[in-house]
């Protein structure tokens, strides 16, 4: 078969012979006159070498994103239904369970479905489709996706900042199926919580988390745990059932704070005995507390959102976090535990971790790592795209 074909530069043929799948604009010699955008094309090298196959998008910085590098591939319907079967197995047989009904069944790039977001909850499913082509297939994707998981909907809520460099704008509503009534109940791990698939932030319901918050809630047994940038309070839930005495959850969002204490009664606690909910700006909370010297907690969990959106933002981003573990290994007893992530792509693992050093330095406490923790399996990252790597995090002991 032949598509229109894209002519890459003189020596810019290697990153797609190592399958990243994404070429940029700075790399192509001449794109097909006669493709329009979102349409499959073939990517050769200048020598005229048949490389790979993938959408295109002159719109995009990122003009062709790679589908497939096998010639004989056709990008069709049987295309489209292996590769997503292929991304539902993986979840069907690693990470789904009777504890366990939500999670991420397609992982864009690290899928091998570059554009393609997909999360499963309970009975239904949300897309988050994120590039040109993606958006002209969604429909058919939705209807295979439905097929393939036996699910009852599939809303989409596309709203990522991404979407304005591909030329779209932000949807949402319902792909295919029913919609549900309103909230609906998942598990994780054995326990329960609501996600509104139409108004939650993000999609709903962090699941990269799921692991963690046991490995987490593993050393809170008997203490006062402090869950910062709570959203609707997972992590005090897996806390309090690993037997922590009392969480207090801080995040500025009401509205994530009050869907955090149905979740705590959906679980067998009382939001008022066994936790306390405060609205506001953790920076500034805890900077008081360090002022009014206030009781030290046993373990202080800190999961804030992207502070890096871009390399132009990263100094910035950096004295972030810093500055909160800063606080919080002041707030904390000796002996007492540190959780502390970061979802910035943009700040590797090691980054991190010397972010940490410095705030422990500042702080003058002496920290030990007891573990390294990542994104859960359902967050898969292809060997061949680092930037699919986002989610880190470091328990340590505060001493
Ligand atoms: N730990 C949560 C996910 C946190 S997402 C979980 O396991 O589900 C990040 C949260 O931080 C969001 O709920 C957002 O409302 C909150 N947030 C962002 N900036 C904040 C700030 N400066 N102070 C308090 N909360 C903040």
């Known amino acids: 078969m032949n598509e229109p074909s894209v002519i890459l530069k003189a020596g810019r ?3 797609v012979r190592q399958q990243h799948p994404w070429i940029f604009s700075g790399a192509i010699e001449r794109l097909p006159t006669e493709a329009v955008d979102g349409t499959i094309v ?17 719109k995009s910085q990122i003009q062709v994103r790679l589908l497939s590098w096998q010639a004989d591939e056709a990008i069709d319907n049987t295309f489209w239904q292996t590769r997503l079967q292929r991304a539902i197995t993986a979840r069907q047989r690693f990470v789904a369970s009777a504890e366990t009904n939500a999670y991420r069944l397609v992982n864009g790039e690290s899928d091998y479905l570059p554009g393609l977001i997909v999360d499963h909850y309970a009975d239904y499913l949300v897309m988050q489709v994120g590039t040109l082509g993606i958006e002209q297939r969604k429909q058919a994707l939705a209807e295979l996706l439905l097929a393939l998981t036996g699910c009852k909907g599939i809303i989409e809520r596309s709203e990522l900042a ?36 139409e108004q ?8 990269d988390q799921r692991e963690n918050r046991r490995r987490v809630a593993a050393y809170c047994q008997g203490g006062r745990v402090l869950n910062a940038f709570s959203y609707t309070a997972a992590f005090a839930v897996h806390a309090l059932a690993a037997g922590a005495q009392h969480v207090t959850n801080i995040d500025s969002s009401v509205d ?8 705590l009664r959906r679980n067998g606690f009382d939001p008022d005995r066994q936790a306390e909910q405060i609205a506001g700006d953790v920076f500034t909370i805890l900077r008081d507390w360090r002022n009014e010297k206030v009781e030290p907690f046993d373990m202080i969990i800190l999961d804030p959102p992207k502070f890096a959106q871009s390399r132009d933002n990263l100094d910035r981003a950096l004295r972030g976090y810093k500055e909160i573990n800063r606080l919080a290994l002041g707030l904390i007893k000796p ?17 991190f971790q010397k972010v940490v050093f410095g705030a422990a330095v500042d702080a003058h406490r002496p920290v030990q790592v007891l573990e390294w923790l990542r994104q859960g399996s359902d967050h898969p990252i292809a060997i061949t795209f680092p930037e ?3 989610l880190k995090g470091l328990i340590c002991r505060v001493l």
């Open 162 to 197: 991404l979407r304005r460099q591909e030329g779209l704008t932000a949807t949402t509503g319902l792909l295919a199926g029913v919609a549900p009534t309103g909230p609906i109940a998942i598990r994780e791990l054995g326990l329960h919580y609501q996600v509104d698939l």
């Open 388 to 390: 699919g790597e986002y």
């Open 13 to 15: 043929d290697k990153p």
């Open 335 to 351: 002996g007492g535990i540190l959780a502390t992530f970061s979802c910035s792509g943009l700040v590797s693992a090691d980054l």
């Open 200 to 207: 939650g932030q993000k999609s709903g319901f962090y699941t």
């Open 256 to 263: 994530a704070l009050t869907v955090g204490e149905e979740h």
């Open 42 to 58: 073939d990517v050769r090298s200048a020598g005229g070498e048949w490389l790979a196959r993938g959408y295109l998008n002159r």
